[in-house]
């Protein structure tokens, strides 16, 4: 059963500050090595279906507000096997990325609409409207959002029937390692929702792994 | 980084006016010209310069009595670098060798290029010679080492050695290498080393000038008809034709 | 004129420096001078034959006789010992072995300019020898002697005491002293004179300023900034060699104090300087990149400008121009590691550049210097995970020259290909059994077992990085290469550094399917109780999630965790599980407050049992303080962990 956080976590804003010189909490459920699973749904006007998926994280550089990993695709229908795809992630840390995308045909009504529809967002709504986020201090925020971008696909061909041509607005909740997410591709049906949980593998509990890179 | 406004402004003046060639007759030139001041001390100090790092010694010593310009390096020095371009230039690289070492030991010690290119162009001179014994054994004991310590002369090595693969060394595909220019090659070398070695430029500026004219011709046709200088031996204004 | 014949084989040379006639000897001493000068085999085969010695005797013979006539003779010796001193480490040693230098010193104050001119630049020649006697700047003499040489009129005696400062000075006292005695105007006159004193002032500048802040400050506001402002014009001289040793001054200067340097474009200004001088072929040329390797080192924001500037476009066609020197070879893979060690963009154009091919060439090279920075080129460049998702360095042109550099004899080759392979290793696509092939695990097992600790850790980090996310088929086959009384070892080795990638390699094999776990039981546990004992002993992020790790798995699991984080009632220690809760790294705290939360795991039999012991060892108390950890992550740990000790119904914490 999940504690009740018993005060308010509202980011604090550092006055007088232009830009926030916060970076996102280290937090060990995103770190590398890191497995998730759950469903993206792909609903549309006709029916109701989805996909299960897997993501692995395998690259994190807070430095930069980079985070990059794999999304497997089960069950998709016109492919025989699972679909990989390599993704990069860029974390809102208001250091290297805010709110505003800036790129990939989302404009900020389209990034203010989607992150809205994260319950954790609204406390920085009114800021992130203005500016993009970026006099926030998320660095205790015990959410992290992000952007994530598919780059390519490992196993199957660009002509497997499916597109990357969009990303997923991500939020990520440091306390129990869930993800939420939403699909965005103007040419694609909107709001497809990725939900994972963080796995354990079969384990009683979590388990860590790490490389370091020289 | 990006252009501030303010240049971004003035190159699209510039284009402006590129629109249109602009026409300036011989009498504007000339009164433009005459315009535009220069010294004395500037023009002798040029003259003076080309006379010394060409290594005219006795003019520069006469120029300079007469005019009363200093030169920016001893005369003397100059007699020294004289003789030994002299020496390569007629053939006698090991007497040019050894004054090198007495102007200055440090030389060839830090050039290894411009020993490797001495040493062969004393291998050519005994080949044009018909030395052909002496050759192969200073080929033998003074170039191959150069190639052993140095991996860069590699190829300019066996071009040389090829030399002495053919009989008739005037037909050959290395020929160019008994040429007398190749000597005048090694010479400005040396004469630029030691040029260097003295703190002096090794270029004269006055060509450099003369350069600048020709580049400032060729930019301004683009943008005007303007009486130019075609002839830089006689510096005559010609009317453009247009 | 041949050089050998009858009477002229170098033995008799030699013979004939020794003779009576005045002429003849004069004249064999330039026979000589002439066959040395710039002839290296030569030198090398007369030093052999005992040149050097006979020429200092006759040098000291020439001093001692006080004639005026023995100037002549003293020149040429004098040239001769320069000569021989010239870039050969061997000629260096036979000149200073003969006792040459303190004959040369006496030069100096000779009456004739000449014989002073020689004299200066031979010692000056000597002194760019690492082999030269140390200059104690530290006696009151010496320091005299010094700043009469910087005041002398001669080139040559002013290039000698530069030299000897840029030989000598090694330590922030040297660099104060000479300070102190004001030297830096000294050389700010210097750098107004002749070419050669301004490279030679510059050189000397450099290793004053070096590394210390304080003389740094004292160069800069010199003068009212003049002496700062005239080194800055030098990086426009229009003699290359001078441009680079000015940049290599400002370089210093950065790496040092950068907020001396106010002027915003310079930062600019120099790489597009350096960049420019990689054209030259000469030794400026070869120099350009170190000093450009050392500019960017550190500084993302400047490694961003240079990658701008096409940095790695026109180091890498450099690279492509054949035949290079070793050196130069070798700078420009420093230069490009450092344009790669942390921008993706950096290492994207390296690899878009197909220069791969070039690196593992250089694997091959016949100079040490060289592999060991091909492989530090691919170090930085691999920090792509990007690229090491894709599996672009998993392919035999590069796995096996580099592997066989395992071999090298060098141990530094060694230590700078475990780097790389370090990075490569980072698997996620099970593409290991490539490794396996290529014979890897063997090699790094080998090597992990090295009296080398530093090959020693570079090893176990290889591994460690290599069984990272490692499917079962491959863990077993690493464990049983390695073997456990090897891993048992490392985990107790003598250097912390081992001891942390052993730990960090034992995380990663019991991480994944939960039969993993079963490694550290082998042997009765012996690994297990290893680790216990070494946090016992130390506190050790690592080995913590190791038993975090573990803690994840069976009731049986659990409880040996448990085991081992409790101390038993008679030995009254301290709990090292509170020691860690409590302590300052953060890290350190959540891998500890993990192991609580999975050892307290919902829905597993024993977990009730486990709450009350903890409770009872005050672990509970610890961890109510740290609900409002400054970590966030320890933070929401910490309130998991009450949480799930609460679900058992029993509310007396």
């Given at each position: 059963?999940?504690?009740r956080?018993?005060?308010?976590?509202?980011?604090?804003?550092?006055?007088?500050?232009?830009?926030?010189?916060?970076?996102?909490?280290?937090?060990?459920?995103?770190?590398?090595?890191?497995?998730?699973?759950g469903?993206?749904?792909?609903?549309s006007v006709?029916?109701?279906?989805?996909?299960?998926?897997?993501?692995?994280?395998?690259?994190?550089?807070?430095d930069?507000g980079?985070?990059c990993?794999?999304?497997e695709?089960?069950n998709v229908?016109?492919?025989?096997?699972?679909?990989?795809?390599?993704?990069?992630?860029?974390i809102?840390?208001?250091?290297n990325y805010?709110?505003?995308?800036?790129?990939?045909?989302?404009?900020?009504?389209d990034?203010?609409?989607?992150?809205?529809?994260?319950?954790?967002?609204?406390p920085?709504?009114?800021?992130a409207?203005?500016?993009?986020?970026?006099?926030?201090?998320?660095?205790?925020?015990?959410?992290?959002?992000?952007?994530?971008?598919e780059?390519?696909?490992?196993?199957?061909g660009?002509?497997?029937?499916?597109?990357?041509?969009?990303?997923?607005?991500?939020?990520?909740?440091?306390a129990?390692?869930?993800?939420?997410?939403?699909y965005?591709?103007?040419?694609?049906?909107?709001?497809?929702?990725?939900?994972l949980?963080?796995?354990?593998?079969?384990?009683?509990?979590?388990?860590?792994?790490?490389?370091?890179l020289q | 980084m990006?252009?501030?406004w303010?240049v971004?402004?003035?190159?699209?003046?510039?284009?402006?006016?590129?629109?249109?060639?602009?026409v300036?007759?011989?009498?504007?030139?000339?009164?433009?010209?005459n315009d535009?001041?220069?010294?004395?001390?500037?023009?002798?100090?040029?003259?003076?310069n080309?006379?010394v790092?060409?290594?005219?010694?006795?003019?520069?010593e006469?120029f300079?009595?007469?005019s009363?310009?200093?030169?920016?390096?001893?005369?003397?020095?100059i007699?020294?670098?004289?003789?030994?371009?002299?020496?390569?230039?007629?053939?006698?690289v090991?007497?040019?060798?050894?004054?090198?070492?007495d102007?200055?030991?440090?030389i060839?010690d830090t050039?290894?290029?411009l020993?490797f290119?001495?040493?062969?162009?004393?291998?050519?001179?005994?080949?044009?010679?018909?030395?052909?014994?002496?050759?192969?054994?200073?080929?033998?004991?003074?170039?191959?080492?150069?190639?052993?310590?140095?991996?860069?002369?590699?190829?300019?090595?066996?071009?040389t050695v090829?030399?002495?693969?053919?009989?008739?060394?005037?037909?050959?595909p290395?020929?160019?290498?008994?040429?007398?220019?190749?000597?005048?090659?090694?010479?400005?070398e040396?004469?630029a080393?030691?040029?260097t070695?003295?703190?002096?430029e090794?270029?004269p500026?006055?060509?450099s000038?003369?350069?600048?004219?020709?580049?400032?011709q060729?930019?301004?046709?683009?943008?005007a008809?303007?009486?130019?200088?075609?002839n830089?031996?006689?510096?005559e204004?010609?009317?453009?034709?247009? | 004129?041949p050089?050998s014949?009858?009477?002229?084989?170098?033995?008799?040379?030699i013979?004939?420096l020794?003779s009576?006639?005045g002429?003849?000897?004069?004249?064999?001493l330039?026979?000589?001078?002439?066959?040395?000068i710039?002839?290296?085999?030569?030198?090398?085969?007369?030093?052999?034959?005992?040149?050097?010695?006979?020429?200092?005797?006759?040098?000291?013979?020439?001093?001692?006789?006080?004639?005026?006539s023995?100037?002549s003779?003293i020149i040429?010796?004098?040239?001769?010992?320069?000569?021989?001193?010239?870039?050969?480490?061997?000629g260096?040693?036979a000149?200073?072995?003969s006792?040459?230098?303190?004959?040369?010193?006496r030069?100096?104050?000779h009456?004739?300019?000449?014989?002073?001119?020689?004299g200066?630049r031979?010692?000056?020649?000597i002194?760019?020898?690492?082999?030269?006697?140390?200059?104690?700047?530290?006696?009151?003499?010496n320091?005299?002697?010094l700043?009469?040489?910087?005041?002398?009129e001669?080139?040559?005696?002013?290039?000698?005491?530069a030299?000897?400062?840029?030989?000598?000075?090694?330590?922030?006292?040297?660099?104060?002293?000479?300070?102190?005695?004001?030297v830096?105007?000294?050389?700010?006159k210097?750098l107004?004179?002749?070419?050669?004193?301004?490279?030679?002032?510059?050189?000397s500048?450099?290793?004053i300023?070096?590394?210390?802040?304080?003389?740094?400050?004292?160069?800069?506001?010199?003068?009212?900034?003049?002496?700062?402002?005239a080194?800055?014009?030098?990086?426009?001289?229009?003699?290359?060699?001078?441009r680079?040793?000015a940049?290599?001054c400002?370089?210093?200067?950065?790496?040092t104090?950068?907020?001396?340097?106010?002027?915003v474009?310079l930062?600019?200004?120099?790489?597009?300087?350096?960049?420019?001088?990689l054209?030259?072929?000469?030794?400026?040329?070869?120099?350009?990149?170190?000093?450009?390797?050392?500019?960017?080192?550190?500084?993302?924001?400047?490694q961003?400008?240079?990658?701008?500037?096409?940095?790695?476009?026109?180091?890498?066609?450099?690279?492509?121009?054949?035949?290079?020197?070793?050196?130069?070879?070798?700078?420009?893979?420093?230069?490009?590691?450092?344009?790669?060690?942390?921008l993706e963009?950096?290492?994207?154009?390296?690899?878009y550049?197909?220069?791969?091919?070039?690196?593992?060439?250089?694997?091959?090279?016949?100079?040490?210097?060289?592999?060991?920075?091909?492989?530090?080129?691919?170090?930085?460049?691999?920090?792509?995970?990007?690229?090491?998702?894709a599996?672009?360095?998993?392919?035999?042109m590069?796995?096996?020259p580099?592997?066989?550099l395992l071999?090298?004899?060098?141990c530094?080759?060694?230590?700078?290909?475990?780097?790389?392979?370090?990075?490569?290793?980072?698997?996620?696509?099970a593409?290991?059994?490539?490794?396996?092939?290529?014979?890897?695990?063997k090699?790094?097992?080998?090597?992990?077992t090295?009296?080398?600790?530093?090959?020693?850790?570079?090893a176990?980090?290889?591994?460690?990085?290599?069984?990272?996310?490692?499917?079962?088929?491959?863990?077993?086959?690493?464990?049983l290469?390695?073997?456990?009384?090897?891993?048992?070892?490392?985990?107790c080795?003598?250097?912390?550094?081992?001891?942390?990638?052993a730990?960090?390699?034992?995380?990663?094999?019991?991480?994944?399917?939960?039969?993993?776990?079963?490694?550290v039981?082998?042997?009765?546990?012996?690994?297990?109780?290893?680790?216990?004992?070494?946090?016992r002993?130390?506190?050790?992020?690592e080995?913590m999630?190791?038993?975090?790790n573990?803690?994840?798995?069976?009731e049986?699991?659990?409880?040996a965790?448990?085991?081992?984080?409790?101390?038993?009632?008679?030995?009254?220690?301290?709990?090292?599980?509170?020691?860690?809760?409590?302590?300052?790294?953060?890290?350190?705290?959540t891998?500890?407050?993990?192991s609580v939360v999975?050892?307290?795991?919902?829905?597993?039999?024993?977990?009730?049992?486990?709450?009350?012991?903890?409770?009872n060892?005050?672990i509970?108390?610890?961890?109510?303080?740290?609900v409002?950890?400054?970590?966030?992550?320890?933070?929401?740990?910490?309130?998991?962990?009450l949480?799930?000790s609460?679900?058992?119904?029993?509310?007396?914490?």
């Amino acid at each position: 059963m999940p504690v009740r956080v018993s005060e308010s976590s509202v980011p604090s804003q550092i006055s007088g500050s232009s830009s926030g010189q916060s970076s996102p909490p280290a937090c060990t459920l995103l770190s590398v090595g890191q497995a998730f699973s759950g469903t993206q749904n792909v609903s549309s006007v006709q029916n109701n279906e989805a996909w299960r998926v897997n993501v692995r994280i395998q690259g994190c550089d807070l430095d930069h507000g980079y985070l990059c990993g794999t999304m497997e695709a089960l069950n998709v229908p016109m492919a025989d096997t699972p679909v990989v795809t390599f993704w990069e992630g860029e974390i809102v840390d208001t250091k290297n990325y805010t709110f505003f995308t800036g790129k990939w045909d989302a404009t900020p009504e389209d990034d203010i609409r989607h992150w809205t529809k994260f319950q954790s967002f609204s406390p920085l709504m009114n800021q992130a409207k203005v500016d993009g986020g970026k006099s926030l201090d998320l660095s205790n925020y015990p959410y992290i959002f992000m952007r994530w971008k598919e780059q390519y696909f490992v196993n199957v061909g660009t002509d497997c029937g499916l597109t990357i041509a969009g990303f997923y607005y991500v939020c990520f909740s440091c306390a129990d390692g869930s993800i939420n997410g939403f699909y965005y591709d103007p040419n694609s049906s909107p709001f497809q929702k990725l939900e994972l949980k963080s796995t354990n593998e079969g384990r009683s509990g979590f388990s860590f792994s790490s490389y370091e890179l020289q | 980084m990006s252009l501030p406004w303010t240049v971004i402004r003035q190159l699209a003046e510039i284009e402006d006016m590129a629109m249109s060639k602009k026409v300036i007759t011989r009498e504007e030139w000339e009164k433009k010209l005459n315009d535009v001041k220069i010294r004395k001390e500037d023009m002798n100090k040029l003259v003076m310069n080309f006379l010394v790092t060409e290594g005219y010694v006795d003019a520069a010593e006469k120029f300079r009595m007469e005019s009363g310009t200093e030169p920016d390096t001893d005369l003397a020095t100059i007699t020294d670098r004289m003789a030994i371009k002299k020496a390569v230039q007629c053939g006698n690289v090991e007497d040019a060798i050894e004054k090198v070492n007495d102007l200055n030991p440090e030389i060839l010690d830090t050039n290894p290029q411009l020993f490797f290119h001495l040493q062969q162009q004393r291998l050519i001179e005994l080949i044009r010679n018909g030395k052909i014994e002496e050759a192969l054994e200073f080929a033998q004991e003074e170039l191959a080492p150069r190639g052993e310590e140095n991996q860069s002369f590699l190829e300019e090595l066996e071009r040389t050695v090829a030399l002495l693969a053919f009989d008739d060394v005037s037909n050959c595909p290395v020929s160019d290498l008994l040429d007398i220019s190749h000597r005048s090659k090694t010479a400005s070398e040396v004469n630029a080393a030691i040029l260097t070695s003295q703190s002096h430029e090794k270029d004269p500026k006055f060509p450099s000038l003369l350069k600048m004219l020709i580049w400032a011709q060729n930019q301004l046709d683009e943008k005007a008809d303007y009486p130019r200088i075609n002839n830089l031996s006689t510096a005559e204004l010609e009317d453009s034709s247009v | 004129m041949p050089t050998s014949g009858p009477n002229n084989k170098p033995e008799d040379l030699i013979a004939r420096l020794s003779s009576s006639d005045g002429e003849a000897k004069l004249k064999s001493l330039r026979e000589l001078k002439n066959q040395i000068i710039g002839n290296r085999t030569k030198k090398l085969s007369y030093v052999k034959l005992g040149a050097v010695p006979a020429v200092v005797s006759i040098l000291a013979l020439a001093v001692e006789s006080g004639d005026s006539s023995a100037s002549s003779v003293i020149i040429q010796s004098a040239a001769i010992i320069g000569s021989f001193a010239c870039g050969i480490d061997a000629g260096v040693r036979a000149v200073l072995d003969s006792g040459s230098f303190s004959i040369l010193v006496r030069l100096i104050s000779h009456s004739n300019n000449k014989v002073v001119d020689a004299g200066a630049r031979s010692l000056k020649i000597i002194y760019q020898s690492k082999l030269a006697p140390k200059y104690d700047f530290f006696q009151k003499e010496n320091m005299e002697s010094l700043l009469s040489l910087l005041n002398s009129e001669i080139e040559n005696v002013t290039g000698l005491g530069a030299s000897i400062i840029t030989h000598s000075c090694q330590t922030s006292a040297e660099q104060k002293i000479l300070c102190e005695a004001g030297v830096l105007k000294k050389f700010q006159k210097l750098l107004q004179g002749s070419q050669n004193q301004r490279d030679a002032s510059l050189e000397s500048l450099a290793t004053i300023i070096k590394n210390n802040p304080v003389v740094i400050s004292e160069f800069v506001e010199a003068d009212n900034r003049q002496y700062l402002r005239a080194v800055i014009e030098l990086i426009n001289d229009r003699y290359y060699r001078t441009r680079l040793l000015a940049c290599m001054c400002l370089t210093a200067i950065w790496n040092t104090s950068p907020s001396c340097l106010q002027d915003v474009g310079l930062g600019t200004k120099l790489i597009m300087i350096l960049l420019e001088l990689l054209d030259d072929p000469g030794q400026v040329g070869d120099d350009a990149p170190f000093a450009l390797a050392s500019l960017i080192a550190e500084k993302e924001d400047m490694q961003k400008l240079a990658f701008e500037m096409d940095a790695v476009d026109k180091l890498c066609s450099q690279l492509r121009k054949t035949p290079l020197q070793a050196k130069r070879i070798q700078g420009i893979f420093l230069a490009l590691a450092e344009l790669c060690s942390k921008l993706e963009f950096c290492r994207s154009r390296l690899l878009y550049l197909q220069v791969l091919e070039l690196v593992t060439d250089a694997f091959a090279h016949d100079s040490s210097e060289v592999r060991i920075a091909a492989c530090i080129c691919l170090k930085s460049v691999s920090r792509s995970v990007k690229s090491l998702s894709a599996g672009l360095f998993m392919n035999e042109m590069i796995l096996v020259p580099l592997i066989k550099l395992l071999n090298d004899y060098s141990c530094s080759v060694q230590v700078a290909a475990l780097g790389a392979i370090s990075n490569i290793v980072v698997d996620f696509a099970a593409r290991r059994p490539t490794f396996v092939q290529c014979g890897v695990v063997k090699q790094l097992v080998h090597l992990s077992t090295s009296m080398d600790s530093t090959v020693r850790v570079n090893a176990v980090w290889a591994l460690r990085n290599l069984v990272f996310l490692a499917d079962g088929g491959s863990k077993e086959g690493i464990f049983l290469e390695l073997t456990t009384s090897t891993l048992l070892s490392l985990i107790c080795d003598s250097e912390s550094p081992v001891q942390e990638q052993a730990l960090g390699f034992v995380r990663n094999l019991v991480d994944g399917c939960v039969e993993s776990i079963d490694y550290v039981f082998t042997e009765d546990g012996v690994i297990l109780h290893a680790i216990g004992r070494q946090l016992r002993r130390a506190s050790k992020t690592e080995g913590m999630y190791v038993l975090s790790n573990v803690a994840s798995g069976t009731e049986l699991h659990k409880e040996a965790v448990l085991h081992q984080l409790l101390p038993s009632a008679s030995s009254g220690a301290q709990s090292f599980l509170l020691k860690f809760l409590q302590s300052d790294d953060s890290r350190l705290r959540t891998a500890a407050v993990w192991s609580v939360v999975n050892l307290t795991f919902p829905c597993s039999p024993g977990a009730y049992a486990r709450v009350v012991k903890l409770r009872n060892a005050g672990i509970y108390s610890q961890v109510k303080h740290m609900v409002n950890d400054s970590s966030l992550d320890v933070k929401l740990r910490a309130r998991t962990a009450l949480g799930q000790s609460m679900t058992f119904g029993d509310s007396s914490t």
